[in-house]
């Protein structure tokens, strides 16, 4: 128990690789980590595809922006949130009219929560296991393109690629922001911005001093730079696209 808890507070996003592939035995394990994770009324809503083919591998890192840390990673996964596989579900069983009940944001939002907790089980076991990792959520920078590339149907959405590998170097653990900020009791808290400053100072020495990419700047710095601008705003067209409907309905169904 106490070397889970050590591995999962020394994770750090790894972006270099060994040129060595993860045997096919790890990989059924990663799978089988990443499936066991709790569902939302057990709807399993999520496909997960092992890109293999080098062109294609090289098309994503492209459009990721993750130079050398796609294509030479162990093994390279794609998580998408998928309803999909529901659809045709009715369809088969001449309930077709049924579809537009997984159209709707709350449908979505089971679908990306499923594949999220999936996609960090598989994390939680790689690392345990030596292995580094890294999320691609440069593969949002352009949806259409990687849609085309997967031949996603109707009612997917690729959330990120992951990255997993047998480090070559790896990252400084970044420190979180401090527990205190993070957890209230009852009730909401607004931010305390004494214990904010701290964690800057201490994430802006983190920036100075790390071995690559030193930058003067500092977590709230980061957070004001990241909201300078909307990101990605074509996400909304391509959701649509995939068959999501962004407005609202009149009938309501107990929720879990
Ligand atoms: C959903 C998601 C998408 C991410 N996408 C990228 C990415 O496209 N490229 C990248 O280099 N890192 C990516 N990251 C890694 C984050 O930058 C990293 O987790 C964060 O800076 C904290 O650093 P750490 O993971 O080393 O603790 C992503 C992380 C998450 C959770």
Excluded at 198 to 210: D, F, G, I, L, P
Aim: charged share 20%; proline share 4%.
């Amino acid at each position: 128990m106490e070397q889970l808890f050590t591995s999962l507070l020394n994770h750090s996003s790894v972006r270099s690789f060994q040129e060595k592939k993860v045997p096919d035995s790890v990989k059924k394990n990663l799978v089988a980590a990443a499936q066991s994770g709790s569902s939302s009324n057990f709807v399993q809503a999520y496909s997960m595809i092992e890109i293999r083919d080098p062109k294609r591998l090289a098309l994503i890192e492209d459009i990721a922006n993750c130079p050398g840390y796609v294509a030479n990673a162990g093994v390279f996964y794609i998580f998408v949130a998928d309803l999909n596989r529901h659809a045709q579900l009715l369809a088969h069983y001449d309930q077709a009219d049924k579809i537009e009940n997984l159209k709707t944001i709350e449908s979505l939002t089971v679908a990306i929560v499923d594949t999220t907790i999936a996609a960090q089980n598989m994390v939680n076991y790689a690392e345990a296991n030596d292995l580094g990792i890294c999320y691609i959520g440069g593969i949002r920078n352009d949806l259409f393109k990687i849609a085309d590339l997967l031949d996603l149907p109707s009612y997917t959405f690729p959330l990120f690629g992951l990255s997993i590998g047998y480090p070559k170097n790896k990252n400084q653990v970044k420190k979180r922001l401090p527990a205190e900020e993070i957890v209230s009791i009852d009730s909401y808290q607004a931010v305390n911005f004494d214990l904010l400053e701290n964690y800057n100072q201490q994430t802006a020495r983190y920036y100075a001093q790390r071995s690559s990419n030193q930058q003067q700047t500092d977590w709230s710095q980061k957070m004001l730079d990241y909201f300078r601008s909307p990101r990605r705003v074509d996400t909304i067209t391509f959701l649509k696209q995939q068959g999501f409907i962004f407005t609202e309905t009149s009938e309501n169904s107990p929720i879990e």
